[in-house]
Every structure is written in C-alpha cells, then in structure tokens.
C-alpha cells in the first residue's frame, strides 16, 4: 500500500488525482485533524508531527508515504529524508517518504530534482513565474530556492494567499473565493513589475479547487502548475523505476484515517471530494 499524509483536508485533491492514475493502488490516507493547522507551530514540532504520522502509515503497510502537504514537506521532508530515516529500521526494509515540492520544481524548471547545478538551456531561462501559497509555505522560501539553483536567471515571485485554504475549507462562496484568488494574483503582478508571469504555482492543495479562478484571471499564456497531476505524473515515474512500492490488494479506492473527530472530517471533506468518503479514527 501507499500511504498519502497532508496535516488536514488539503492533501485529498492529490488522493484523488492517485487514484484515478492508479486505479488497482490500494492507498491510505492520513490526516492529522487533531494538530491542524500545522502553520503557526514551530519548526520542530512540525518535524516532529509529519515524524509520526509517518510512521504511523508504515505501521499500517504503506512501504511508501507521499507527504501530501506543502507545509510538511517544506518544514519537514529533508530532515525526515535525510537524518530520520537512514538511523531507522525503517529504511533497512525498504520504506520510504517523499513529498510534494520535488516534482512540483521539477515541472516548473523542466530539470530533475537531482540536478542541482544549472544546465543549459535552463541556466539562461528568464521567465518569470509566481508561487501562490499560505503563509508557512512561503515563508520556507523552499520553491525560489529550488528553482533559483537550476534557473539562476528567473524571476521568482511568491504571494502568500493567507486567507484562500480557510475559504475553501469553510464552503465560503465562489464569489469571495474569486476576490481571494484576484488579489493574490494582483500582488503577484505587482512583485513582477507588472510584467506577464509565464507560470503560476499553485503551491498549495487547496487551491486546485479554485484552479479555475485562476485560469479566468491569468493570461491565457501563463501555464498552471496544479500539483496533483503533477504529483500523480512524478509518481508514475517513481514506480516504473521502484515497482516493489506497487501492490494490488483488497483494499478498494483509498481508507481515510483520521486522528481527530470522523464525522467531523468527513462532513468537511464533502467540499474536497463530495459524498464518498467516510473517515476513521486512528489506532495504533
């Protein structure tokens, strides 16, 4: 099995879009409703929260865990990479985490996540392209890093949209959702000197729900970069090179886990994925 963790509701778009490119994949779902928003917590703490979801999914039989939030992975995902994982047991059988922001850059700058150093004809792009994201997201400056290493010459705006998730999570109406999404990219705009912005990451996964608003209010030349499918593609490529993580089970669709209220969960998850999905609890 593979596992889908997002500290909340956000990561169920990118449930959905693995899902439906891997229809045989049984996958679970975690969110961690009871620590949720993982945004005004501590570094550390957020470490230590994405940690044991985890490995609460390992638990569970997902050799493989997709960090379906933006906030984990940026905060999160290369010190549980990187020091966590290689002192555990864990990694000795074969289990593994990976997130959402390495193939996000990887589409945006058309370079793989494992080159670091500029390449040519990436080293002389000068495009400019707009991160939309919350406030924690934007605040790890993890996307203009990333991107600057390998498109050292582009321009990298990043516009906190800090009330947009809570809107969409609150069924706020479409019209309040439009003026959200119209002043970040207005301010985005604006960091660009008023130049077209030739790409526009939508770095958060709530915002594939209002994909449309921001395709009705950027020009018809700026590409999207919706991290679902983009997710779903990196994914696709993973598992050709990695098909132990593949599995055909018994488990159909995807099991939703929880580690706050279920009824609560699944009535707010009706905005993200209609009537289907029911939570559970989770017990180790």
């Known amino acids: 099995m593979i596992g889908v963790f997002d500290s909340g509701l956000g990561g169920l778009t990118v449930l959905a879009a693995l899902t439906r490119r891997f229809p045989e994949q049984p996958f679970i779902y975690l969110g961690d409703h009871a620590h949720v928003p993982y945004g005004n917590r501590p570094s550390e703490e957020i470490i230590d929260l994405t940690r044991a979801s985890v490995e609460a999914l390992f638990r569970r039989g997902c050799k493989l865990?997709?960090?379906?939030?933006?906030?984990?992975?940026?905060v999160a995902a290369r010190r549980l990479q990187q020091t966590w994982l290689p002192a555990t047991l864990w990694k000795?059988?074969?289990?593994?985490?990976?997130?959402?922001?390495?193939?996000?850059?990887?589409?945006a700058t058309q370079t793989p996540w494992a080159v670091t150093t500029p390449q040519y004809p990436q080293k002389f792009l000068t495009d400019r392209i707009a991160v939309?994201?919350?406030?924690?997201?934007?605040?790890?400056?993890?996307?203009a890093e990333e991107i600057r290493k390998r498109c050292p010459k582009?321009?990298?705006?990043?516009?906190?949209?800090?009330?947009?998730?809570?809107?969409i999570e609150q069924g706020a109406k479409e019209v309040e959702l439009e003026r959200l999404v119209q002043t970040g990219i207005d301010g985005a705009v604006a960091q660009a000197g008023g130049e077209a912005l030739h790409r526009a990451i939508l770095?958060?996964?709530?915002?594939?729900?209002?994909?449309h608003l921001f395709r009705r209010h950027l020009p018809p030349a700026t590409r999207i970069l919706s991290q679902p499918e983009i997710v779903a593609d990196s994914l696709e490529d993973y598992?050709?090179?990695?098909?132990?993580?593949?599995?055909?089970?018994?488990?159909?669709?995807?099991?939703?886990?929880?580690?706050?209220?279920?009824?609560e969960a699944s009535e707010r998850?009706?905005?993200?994925?209609?009537?289907?999905?029911?939570?559970?609890?989770?017990?180790?």
């Open 154 to 167: 582009v321009t990298v705006v990043q516009q906190v949209c800090s009330e947009l998730a809570g809107a």
């Open 65 to 74: 865990v997709v960090l379906g939030c933006n906030t984990a992975t940026a």
């Open 92 to 107: 000795a059988d074969g289990y593994n985490v990976v997130g959402i922001v390495a193939p996000t850059v990887e589409a």
């Open 203 to 211: 770095g958060c996964t709530h915002f594939p729900l209002v994909e």
């Open 239 to 263: 598992l050709s090179r990695h098909p132990h993580y593949r599995s055909n089970g018994s488990v159909e669709g995807a099991v939703l886990f929880t580690t706050g209220d279920p009824d």
């Open 132 to 143: 939309f994201g919350t406030t924690r997201t934007i605040a790890s400056n993890v996307y």
């Open 269 to 284: 998850a009706r905005i993200f994925a209609g009537d289907g999905p029911r939570f559970r609890r989770y017990e180790d």
